[in-house]
């Protein structure tokens, strides 16, 4: 027990045990890093659970439907009217009619 070819093989099984080990360590650092990846991806998709919960339990209420149909298709109630804010085009006409002329340049650059 006691003589050197002993004491070589127990040495290298003891480093053969130690790299074991050492490579055990860093699989266990790798598998912490994605239970946290994965818990926090369960706590997101819990949020989203509540939210699309409380979005069902919302339209299933008239004024629930009522508010989807306003925003999602622009819908109005009977006598409500509607806004149409056009851009008027006379404005950039002008503009390019007054763009002329050397004193045109400094008056405009001056505004």
Known sequence: MESK???VLFGIL????IWGVIGFMGKMQIT???RKIAENKIAELSKEKEKLSS?????????GKEQ???NNY????QG???????DDKNVSENKGKDSGG??????????
């Open 68 to 70: 989807v149909f306003r």
């Open 55 to 63: 979005d069902i339990e919302n339209l299933k209420t008239d004024e």
């Open 80 to 86: 409500e009217g509607l806004i149409i804010v056009v």
């Open 102 to 111: 050397f004193f045109s340049f400094f008056k405009n650059l001056f505004k």
């Open 74 to 77: 622009g819908l109005a109630k």
């Open 14 to 17: 003891l480093l053969f045990f």
């Open 32 to 34: 912490s890093e994605n």
């Open 5 to 7: 070819p002993v004491l």
